[in-house]
């Protein structure tokens, strides 16, 4: 299969009207037919942009995308999911996960070419199996609000309230740095922290680890991907062999050269394809049918 270079090449040259969507969706194709799957990628061009944009997360608009790709698919031969994205919304998430079962079941398998933090992390956690290479990471799935990492807010309670028993002369103090929460939000902090445990342990149930006896596996998995005591970023990239530790099922691209060479390619164009046009996200499946954002135009 073509390399970078050799993909830009091949986009250059190409004479058709759209040479980005149809070099993109050729080997999107040539993936389904390796694998006798249905394909649909989910790429946001985050990596690309000169400035943070909301289409870039996952968010309820999405579903109107992949309800648009799942259209006349197949549903018996499954589908393999390829995700590029920052992560997003968590209910948003939920419900793409939800609908995505209500399609294909559990017959699903996530492909991360490169990065599927946060909440992308928790959907691969809902599929039967993650396909990922030396180049790929997964991301901690602890909630944040607006940048805010909902761990951190409760570790920042639980330390004033341990350093005003020990000395009240640092009340004043404390006061300027828990002030800038309003009332609920710890409450809401805790919340988002037990939602997004609770969903991910479910799907890993009922998906990667159905019918086995695997709760404490699971636990080990949630506590791993969850705790900013280990993580202490929520932007950290965890590695395929930590990832294998804490028991999460992952197929290595590098054990199928065939496989690895078409996700790498295919990888390639949607990063052209960001590079080179104004789209900011894309979810397209392997017949062609792609919903596109598009943004201004790079310069």
């Not at 969507?21 to 690309?48: F, M």
């Not at 909301?54 to 390829?82: Q, S, Y």
């Not at 070419?113 to 993650?130: E, F, R, V």
């Not at 330390?159 to 103090?173: F, R, Y």
Request: proline share 5%; with cysteine; charged share 25%.
């Amino acid at each position: 299969m073509p390399d970078w270079n050799e993909v830009l090449r091949e986009i250059q040259d190409h004479k058709l009207e759209s040479p980005l969507d149809a070099v993109r969706r050729q080997y999107l194709n040539k993936l389904s037919e390796k694998t006798d799957r249905n394909v649909i990628a989910y790429y946001s061009g985050w990596l690309n942009a000169a400035r943070p944009s909301p289409v870039f997360v996952i968010n309820d608009e999405d579903k109107n995308a992949f309800m648009a790709t799942i259209h006349k698919l197949e549903r018996n031969k499954g589908l393999d999911l390829i995700l590029h994205t920052p992560g997003g919304d968590l209910a948003a998430a939920e419900s793409l996960v939800d609908y995505l079962r209500q399609m294909f079941g559990t017959n699903i398998r996530a492909i991360v070419p490169q990065l599927a933090m946060s909440a992308g992390t928790m959907i691969a956690c809902a599929c039967k199996k993650i396909i990922m290479g030396k180049q790929s990471n997964l991301g901690p799935i602890d909630p944040q609000f607006n940048g805010v990492p909902a761990n951190g807010v409760i570790a920042e309670f639980n330390q004033a309230i341990e350093e005003i028993k020990k000395d009240p002369a640092t009340i004043p103090l404390w006061q300027s740095i828990i002030g800038k929460y309003h009332p609920s939000f710890l409450g809401s902090c805790q919340h988002a922290i037990l939602w997004s445990k609770q969903i991910v342990a479910e799907w890993l149930r009922t998906g990667m680890f159905d019918g086995e006896d695997a709760e404490e596996k699971i636990r080990k998995i949630i506590e791993g991907l969850s705790d900013s005591e280990t993580t202490y970023n929520h932007a950290r990239h965890i590695h395929v062999e930590k990832l294998e530790k804490l028991g999460l099922r992952i197929e290595k691209m590098e054990e199928d050269d065939d496989l690895q060479d078409l996700v790498l390619t295919v990888h390639h164009t949607y990063m052209h394809t960001f590079a080179m046009s104004p789209a900011l996200k894309i979810v397209e499946n392997h017949r062609g049918e792609a919903m596109i954002r598009m943004g201004e135009k790079p310069q």
